[in-house]
């Protein structure tokens, strides 16, 4: 049995495929041994999106991926239904002759991981789900248990890797319903739950979802809102890993969430954390989106 050195996990890295290179020599990662986690948003805004997709698409089983609302919204344009923004930087891709190759293998990614705090490397028997630490690309509905998002992410993923996911990409689309309540259809549910899990920063107290507000928690003016991992009684006992919020620049005080989102495609840096110490490592932007 080969052993695990290290787990590492990765923030969005939005195509910026220099600095990932250089942020895994650092740590000297190890394609045979390590494990890399990537917290989604593998591409869009950064250079070299083409370039990601393949390289994390040939770490195998080495690489463990969330997705991202900006890799979900590359699959709804490759399929035709939706347009790309030049902003968005996705040509090179979209015209790459693997594209549907690389577009079968990221629909066929999910929604969300779990990351063992052990050895990965030894099998536990009878493992309970809160024996690991998750991660998604943006956090936990603060209206769910762990039960919930671990169902609903396997749902997304079998509907998306599926035959109809065009249909499915299709009606991911629009901000209703934001309160898991209200919920009531598979349509409604599969929404809620991309939302939560690829696009939810704030929420309001009753736990439902806003879209609007990206700054930090200390320089959002409204009062009737609250970060999303203030509200979830999840975290308390489970730690959870997430990007997409940039403006947190990794910083929180609350107890078992881990940023990695730290602006790299905006000109700041990567950031990776190695799971067993918690020790991060960065790599600074080539340059200035």
């Not at 790459?96 to 052990?118: C, G, R, T, V, Y």
């Not at 901000?175 to 309001?204: G, H, L, Q, V």
Request: charged content about 20%.
């Amino acid at each position: 049995m080969v052993s695990i050195m290290a787990i590492y996990l990765v923030g969005d890295i939005q195509g910026c495929f220099t600095e990932l290179t250089a942020l895994l020599a650092q740590v000297n990662f190890d394609r045979e041994k390590d494990i890399l986690y990537l917290a989604g948003d593998l591409v869009a805004r950064g250079p070299n999106s083409l370039e990601t997709l393949r390289f994390v698409k040939s770490l195998g089983k080495s690489a463990r991926v969330v997705l991202g609302n900006h890799d979900l919204h590359l699959l709804a344009v490759h399929a035709g239904i939706k347009k790309a923004k030049k902003s968005d930087c996705l040509s090179a891709l979209l015209a790459a002759p693997d594209a549907n190759e690389l577009m079968d293998w990221l629909a066929a990614q999910p929604l969300l991981q779990k990351i063992p705090n052990s050895n990965p490397s030894l099998k536990v028997e009878n493992e309970d789900l809160e024996d690991f630490a998750y991660m998604s690309h943006a956090g936990i509905s603060p209206q769910w248990q762990l039960t919930d998002a671990v169902e609903q992410a396997e749902l997304i993923h079998t509907k998306l890797a599926g035959s109809d996911r065009k249909k499915w990409l299709a009606l991911m689309y629009g901000e209703e319903p934001n309160n898991w309540s209200d919920a009531i259809t598979d349509i409604e549910k599969f929404r809620y739950s991309i939302n939560a899990f690829t696009r939810m920063r704030f929420c309001f107290f009753d736990g439902s979802l806003e879209f609007i507000q990206k700054d930090t928690p200390e320089n959002t003016a409204d009062t009737n809102i609250t970060p999303w991992y203030e509200l979830s009684k999840t975290i308390i006992n489970t730690a959870w890993v997430f990007g997409h919020w940039a403006s947190l620049m990794g910083n929180s005080s609350t107890p078992n969430i881990y940023p990695l989102d730290t602006g790299c495609v905006w000109g700041n840096e990567l950031t990776m954390l190695r799971w067993h110490d918690k020790k991060y490592f960065k790599q600074s932007a080539q340059k200035k989106k």
